[in-house]
């Protein structure tokens, strides 16, 4: 049967082992015995997706014509500022990717202050420091300025006999800060401390030597955030940006001016919230499907193909302890479609089991010894499990892709959780149920087969 049945149980369970540490905390911890620095210090929390746990779902657009060209490398670049503005804020496990040529799907597991992030999203985030002269403008005021005038839309043009708005000279954006960080001043207000680069600070300070006494208007998305008097030359490139801002949208435009503009902007085209209770109802009505799936399941294993049935049993028990620890380990986030996922690969190892048993009966009723029938159950049923579990694999590819072509967030999952899920399955139904058998027709030496085996 197999020679070093043994040591592939000791390998199984070493690895059972180590799943079950995985799976039973939360965070792994492996302290250097002769310093206090950890050699391990993993989060390995399970991630629960938008649909087991509430949250919000949102799709974006690009706030562009419908003939304006949007190219890939803007929309990446969009996607990627939009992850980082909404890590910063502390939303953590958000799903944003690229939905075709012009969208982006995000998903905020979890998330409560829904408007602070569809706020901060939104933003295109295109700061000027723009020279208005004697002009001290309002806070909030929407003006028109030299650069990037595509945002001009924004202000009405005027109608005959009526004077044309100003349109103000930009002195430098945001892309020249280097530093951004809220702090307060001494009357307790919120402020917000920038640093700019060295071509930056040059400028910056050009243009304070010569305009003391004027203002120096700072603008976000051409509206008005402060508009203060340059009383001096500034020339170390460091400054602050005042307004009245609160702890809460000083640091919502610091993560916005850190994190640079979008290249393009964006709309909101829908949003979807969805509740914790429902989430929650959602993931037990799952976990007690699976445990009456899994039930059936097992009786019909045990009762039909019996001593074989029953260490496919213990096998798939094995299987779903390491799936588990694998999802925890590479931090994938588990969905209601991912759950569907995780039972069709379990199929697929009962599928592989099931191939064997009745290979192996159809071997012993032609008159062969147990031990020969054994070996040649697993040689003759392989073909038929590589190429079905080949063919899985596949459609799981081809699936994948097409969820993260089109932002199919629902069918990506599926298809990652059923991958990985085949993959683990080979190894349960065709290392694990085969040494556990085998250990089986060692230990209980059977001779009534048919009682045995079900033949």
Known sequence: MIRNVYTRLVIILVIMALALWIDLNDNLTITNPFSDTPI????????LGLDLRGG???????????DADVDAESMETARTIMENRTNALGVSENVLQIAGDRRIVGEFPGLENTDEVLGIIQQTGLLEFVDTGDINLPEGATIRTDFATGSESETPE??????PPTVYHTIMTGRDLELVQVSQDQLGQYVIQFDLSREGAQVFAEHTAANVGKFLTIVLDKRV???????????????IIQGSFT???????AVQLRYGSLPVPLKVVETRIIGPTLGEDSLNRSILAGLVGLTIVFLFMGIYY??????????????????????KLIGVTLTLPGIAGIM???????????????RLKEELRAGKQLRQAFDQAW??????????????????????????????????????????????SLFSSLYITRTLLALAFQWFKPQNLERWVGI
Request: glycine letters at 8%.
């Open 40 to 47: 391990l210090n993993q989060n390995v929390a399970t991630r």
């Open 56 to 66: 919000l779902q949102v799709l974006l657009e690009a706030d562009l014509p419908e």
């Open 158 to 163: 005027p109608t005959d006999g009526e004077t």
């Open 225 to 239: 955030v402060s508009s203060p008097v340059i009383n001096s030359a500034i020339p170390d490139g460091q400054g």
């Open 247 to 253: 702890a809460e949208s000083a640091n919502s435009l």
């Open 306 to 327: 019996r001593l074989p049935g029953i260490t496919a049993d213990i096998s798939i028990l094995i299987y779903a302890v390491i799936l588990l620890a694998v999802f």
């Open 344 to 358: 069709l690969s379990t199929g697929s190892a009962l599928d592989a089991n099931i191939l064997v048993f009745e």
């Open 379 to 424: 040689t003759r049923a392989w073909p038929s499990i590589r190429d079905s579990n080949i063919a899985a694999l596949i459609t799981a590819g081809i699936l994948y892709w097409f969820g993260s072509t089109f932002g199919a967030t629902i069918v990506k999952g599926f298809s990652l959780t059923l991958a990985i899920g085949i993959a683990i």
